[in-house]
């Protein structure tokens, strides 16, 4: 599978601020998602990353508190904008259709894990 | 939108037990269905998938079914170990996304 890497792997922040998270793939990948999951709960679908054009934002999540970019197809980044303790979480990024044949197979990277004073 | 329903939400074992985990789902296009296994403080961990041309698949001690018409898959794990505690999540696609059940958090007592 695809070796995925996020930066920074965690953070504490103030609120108001703003922090972009970085996700770097050892192979290109057409597809890449950006999740968020809350203490002790499932995975939430943030965005789909896609390169060369606008991320498609699932229902609740706008792109003016997490825009993304996806400048090539080994690279994302997500940012948290204007933030609040509400956004404390992990943020994990997730990529598709890397070496592997089976292009609906989705691997993660290990995490950014956000806390908001 | 897809509905996914995953249960029981805690399921605790003595090591050595079966475990049975099973994942509902509402869009009757889904045609992916995977299993992650997630460990405390680390990333989730694809384990076990299936697609929808094929009933079950088994991988030594894990194995997936799926049931197309009553639109529910299943995880099995048998002869349990205490490496095997964890939370389990479903995520069957639906709209090129995978849509991630509420999970499973298994206890295997030694």
């Known amino acids: 599978s695809a070796v995925i890497s996020q930066k920074p792997s965690r953070d504490i922040c103030q609120r108001g601020t703003s922090l972009t998270i970085q996700c770097q793939v050892d192979s290109q990948v057409t597809m890449m998602f950006w999740y968020r999951q809350q203490p002790g709960q499932s995975l939430t679908l943030i965005a789909t990353a896609n390169q060369g054009s606008e991320a498609t934002y699932e229902s609740g999540f706008v792109i003016d508190k997490f825009p993304i970019s996806r400048p090539n197809l080994t690279f994302s980044t997500l940012t948290v904008s204007n933030m609040s303790p509400e956004d404390s979480s992990i943020y994990l990024c997730s990529v598709e259709g890397g070496r592997e044949a089976n292009t609906d197979t989705q691997y993660f990277g290990p995490g950014t894990r956000l806390t908001v004073l | 939108g897809e509905n996914v329903e995953q249960h029981p939400s805690t399921l605790s074992v003595q090591e050595g037990d079966s475990a049975v985990i099973k994942c509902t789902y509402s869009?009757?296009?889904?045609?992916?269905f995977p299993w992650y296994k997630q460990e405390l403080g680390k990333r989730p961990q694809l384990i076990i998938d299936i697609r929808s041309n094929v009933g079950e698949k088994k991988d030594q001690r894990i194995a997936v079914t799926l049931n197309k018409t009553a639109k529910h898959f299943s995880l099995h794990i048998t002869e349990t170990q205490p490496e095997d505690s964890a939370v389990y999540f479903c995520?069957?696609?639906?709209?090129?996304?995978?849509?991630f059940g509420s999970g499973t958090r298994l206890l295997v007592r030694p």
């Open positions: 869009d009757s296009a889904s045609n992916y």
């Open positions: 995520a069957p696609d639906s709209s090129y996304k995978l849509i």
